[in-house]
T-cell receptor, first 115, second 112 residues
Framework: KAGVTQTPRYLIKTRGQQVTLSCSPISGHRSVSWYQQTPGQGLQFLFE???????NKGNFPGRFSGRQFSNSRSEMNVSTLELGDSALYLCASSLGSGSSRNEQYFGPGTRLTVT | QKEVEQDPGPLSVPEGAIVSLNCTYSNSAFQYFMWYRQYSRKGPELLMY??SSGNKEDGRFTAQVDKSSKYISLFIRDSQPSDSATYLCAMLRAGNNRKLIWGLGTSLAVNP
């Protein structure tokens, strides 16, 4: 099975711009979660989508949004970029079937640099 | 106080050493415990998944959970340079709001 793919892998943007990141989960996985990872804060949960619906949300401002398509692919968008948004953005997929295990499989991430 | 505490290290050991990585947690509602390994410039990969108190072994890796002390550990025997990575613990609450809570990760370097 192909793993989780994320595009693009690297991105450089300037303050005030917006960005869209894409994630394709493992085939058959219906849940996609997004995380922001920075050295000081570690992995911070952004949101989780399951069957095109947002199921959980972390404590991030409304500039961060996401969506999921019928084929389970997901996108996240960050508007009005700030310097502090520079981070590795990780996508994780899981079956999301309500199974207690909920093991997550991560993509390689998108490294976003805001200048 | 964070729900999950993990010493970020860095931890540096010689090849062949036994490595002990630890996390403590404050919320007794956590029921599922995971260890992930993250190499530089890669996403985390799941190493071990445990549910009950006690030990779970997989090759050179042993995951230990002590729910009474709210403490989990990952032991690596006969450590190799290829084990050099950041190790993250993650925990899952039961119930409706089921999101993973992560430790900050411990950076490990195994020196040949």
């Amino acid at each position: 099975k192909a793993g989780v793919t994320q595009t693009p892998r690297y991105l450089i943007k300037t303050r005030g711009q917006q960005v869209t990141l894409s994630c394709s989960p493992i085939s058959g996985h219906r849940s996609v979660s997004w995380y922001q990872q920075t050295p000081g804060q570690g992995l911070q949960f952004l949101f989780e989508y399951f069957s095109e619906t947002q199921r959980n949300k972390g404590n991030f401002p409304g500039r961060f949004s996401g969506r999921q398509f019928s084929n389970s692919r997901s996108e996240m968008n960050v508007s009005t970029l700030e310097l502090g948004d520079s981070a590795l953005y990780l996508c994780a997929s899981s079956l999301g079937s309500g199974s207690s295990r909920n093991e997550q499989y991560f993509g390689p991430g998108t490294r976003l640099t805001v200048t | 106080q964070k729900e999950v505490e993990q010493d970020p290290g860095p931890l540096s050991v010689p090849e062949g050493a036994i490595v002990s990585l630890n996390c403590t947690y404050s919320n007794s509602a956590f029921q599922y415990f995971m260890w992930y390994r993250q190499y530089s410039r890669k996403g985390p990969e799941l190493l071990m998944y445990t549910y009950s108190s006690g030990n779970k072994e997989d090759g050179r890796f042993t995951a230990q959970v002590d729910k009474s002390s709210k403490y989990i550990s990952l032991f690596i025997r006969d450590s190799q340079p290829s084990d050099s990575a950041t190790y993250l613990c993650a925990m899952l609450r039961a119930g409706n709001n089921r999101k993973l809570i992560w430790g900050l990760g411990t950076s490990l370097a195994v020196n040949p």
